[in-house]
Nanobody
Framework: QVQLVESGGGLVRAGGSLRLSCAAS????????MGWFRQAPGKEREFVAA????????YYVDSVKGRFTISRDNAKNTMYLRMNSLKPEDTAAYYC?????????????????WGQGTQVTVSS
């Protein structure tokens, strides 16, 4: 089992940047593939990005391609989401999630482990 804690959210102007972190407990972090999801008020939770256990494979939703970068540091048990060129439509609560498999998963139902979320607000 793994426990996840997100940090790094905040208020930023359109065009700005933020880096989210997801710190995981446990000694087997490297055996988990990870993902970022987001949920805006009144909307369903949306997949944002995912990364395989080694970091060698990544996948993004089209709306963030070229602006967001997912990465992980297995030595630090931490995953990151670098968000550049932020837009007001990126405003949401961002959640990290983990699945005990090597390959990428892009559906929230696939992930059994979730963090509590961190709020990102982008002003216009």
């Amino acid at each position: 089992q793994v426990q996840l804690v997100e940090s790094g959210g905040g208020l930023v102007r359109a065009g700005g940047s933020l880096r989210l972190s997801c710190a995981a407990s446990g000694r087997t972090f490297s055996s988990y593939s990870m993902g970022w999801f987001r949920q805006a008020p009144g909307k369903e939770r949306e997949f944002v990005a995912a990364i395989s256990w080694s970091g060698g494979n990544t996948y993004y939703v089209d709306s963030v391609k070229g602006r967001f970068t997912i990465s992980r540091d297995n030595a630090k048990n931490t995953m990151y989401l670098r968000m550049n060129s932020l837009k007001p439509e990126d405003t949401a609560a961002y959640y990290c999630a983990a699945i005990n498999q090597l390959g990428i998963a892009t559906t929230d139902n696939d992930y059994p482990y979730w963090g509590q979320g961190t709020q990102v607000t982008v002003s216009s």
